[in-house]
């Protein structure tokens, strides 16, 4: 068995449904070179590898990097991302509900863990989302109501999850960008970002 439990680190209000929480939890192992074998296994999870997606803060795990592989995928309206050490529920009903969640990637892991000898790796149809394939579904007008300079801004805090696709305002409130925002939903959702 390679982990017991995953334990919740952090309880916050999730930006996507006020309704829902997300949770940061901590994985005991470092679970980076396992992320494609449970890639293989998971039927809706998309690998991140070597795709550049921002920094992140010095020992924030939990934004996309070069160096740090990442695995994202829905579980019911749950959006979870695993990472090398720690994993990221968006949309969870409450703690118990993501605790729930945490039990059965437990499982998963163990699962991969157990059977990698005769499971076959999938590290291809990586995601390479990047700033300009953001900043170019966006109205990109610089109106500046999401509070930033403009749309390539915008663009790229939303990568390193410090703006949430709400915040442009536009994109919500005027039906011409409707196939816009259901197409950037579908990316951003894909990504396990809001
Ligand atoms: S609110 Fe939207 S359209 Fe306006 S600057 Fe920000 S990202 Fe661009």
């Known amino acids: 068995m390679l982990l017991k439990r995953i334990e919740i680190e952090q309880v916050e209000p999730c930006f ?17 070179e396992l992320l494609p074998y449970l890639n293989a296994i998971l039927a809706n999870a998309t690998y991140v590898g070597a795709c550049q997606m921002g920094k992140g803060s010095p020992g924030d795990e939990t934004t996309y990097s070069a160096d740090r592989p990442a695995l994202t995928f829905t ?4 959006l979870v991302t695993v990472y090398p050490r720690r994993v990221t529920i968006a949309k969870a009903d409450d703690v118990e509900d993501a605790e729930e969640t945490l039990a059965w990637l437990v499982d998963k892991l163990n699962y991969a863990y157990q059977h ?3 499971i076959e790796p999938v590290t291809e149809g990586k995601v390479k989302i990047r700033p ?3 900043f170019g579904l966006l109205p990109r007008t610089n109106c500046r109501q999401c509070g930033e300079q403009g ?3 915008f663009a790229l805090l939303l ?3 410090k703006r949430r696709l709400k915040d442009c305002l536009p994109l ?8 816009k925002r259901k197409r950037l939903e579908e990316i951003i ?6």
């Open 16 to 32: 996507a449904d006020e309704t829902k929480i997300r949770v940061i939890a901590r994985i005991p192992v470092d679970v980076g």
């Open 75 to 78: 579980k019911g309206q749950r």
């Open 116 to 118: 990698r000898k005769e």
């Open 132 to 134: 300009l394939d953001i």
């Open 151 to 153: 749309c390539l801004a």
């Open 159 to 161: 990568l390193q999850e």
């Open 172 to 179: 919500y409130r005027e039906e011409q960008w409707e196939g």
């Open 189 to 194: 959702h894909s990504l396990g970002l809001e």
